[in-house]
């Protein structure tokens, strides 16, 4: 079955650094989505990519979609304190699909 | 209204109880899922409806029932569930399913099986 994986499960960083989360597929993607989960909290839809080499920004986050389908990130820059939480990508394996398949998430520390 | 609510917030039940988890949304999403979610990880998919049909059914065990009884509700029946199903469940709606919308996740029940 499809797998999505995501790497660095933890990252520490001092406020003001940036930061990247990676999640590659062992499948071609119809399209891929991203969450945000904060401590305590519940998976919040960030944004989706559908195009081959996507690239779309939100303020301080940038979410880029591979060549061949399989790969994204998403960047932030210049953390703040508000940017804690785990990252999760999702994807769908193929059109019609109803299985978002998620990445194990990354952890994002921030310190002050 | 742009939110997925669940009730309740917490449950705590014995492994011969039985309880329902409840979603409701007014978004007219025509999609809806639940997902449970163990500590440090992420969700994972258990059951999808799509216009009120069950789409999706992730080889859950039957001490887990899903219903939709309309286009904005969806539940789940628990019975003689065991610990190791403790857990946050999560309902999450989309407009329509087939990977062509985000999801709006609800906050989820925190269920503890004793």
């Known amino acids: 079955g499809q797998q999505v994986m995501q790497i660095p499960q933890y990252q520490h960083v001092q406020e003001g650094e940036d930061f990247t989360t990676y999640c590659n597929s062992s499948?071609?993607?119809?399209?891929i989505q991203w969450y945000k989960q904060r401590p305590g909290g519940h998976p919040v839809f960030l944004i989706q990519?559908?195009?081959?080499?996507e690239v779309k920004k939100q303020k301080r986050l940038t979410f880029q979609f591979g060549e061949a389908k399989k790969n994204s990130s998403l960047h932030i820059t210049a953390t703040q304190t508000t940017d804690v939480g785990t990252y999760f990508c999702?994807?769908?394996?193929?059109?019609?699909?109803?299985?978002?398949?998620f990445g194990k998430g990354t952890k994002l520390s921030v310190i002050p | 209204d742009t939110e997925v609510t669940q009730t309740p917030k917490h449950l705590v039940m014995g492994m011969t109880n039985k309880k329902s988890l409840k979603c409701e949304q007014h978004?007219?999403?025509?999609?809806m899922y639940w997902y449970k979610q163990k500590a440090k990880k992420p969700p994972e998919l258990m059951f999808v409806?799509?216009?009120?049909?069950?789409?999706i059914n992730e080889s859950v065990p039957s001490r887990f029932s899903p219903e939709c009884p309309n286009s904005s509700l969806l539940n789940l029946h628990l019975h003689a569930l065991q610990p190791e199903d403790s857990a946050l469940y999560l309902c999450?709606?989309?407009?329509?399913?087939?990977?062509?919308?985000?999801?709006?996740f609800g906050s989820g029940t925190r269920l503890t099986v004793v």
């Open positions: 999450a709606s989309s407009q329509e399913g087939r990977g062509v919308y985000g999801y709006t």
């Open positions: 499948t071609t993607l119809s399209n």
């Open positions: 990519l559908v195009k081959s080499g």
């Open positions: 999702a994807g769908f394996s193929g059109a019609g699909s109803y299985q978002l398949t």
């Open positions: 978004m007219g999403h025509r999609a």
């Open positions: 409806y799509s216009y009120e049909k069950l789409s």
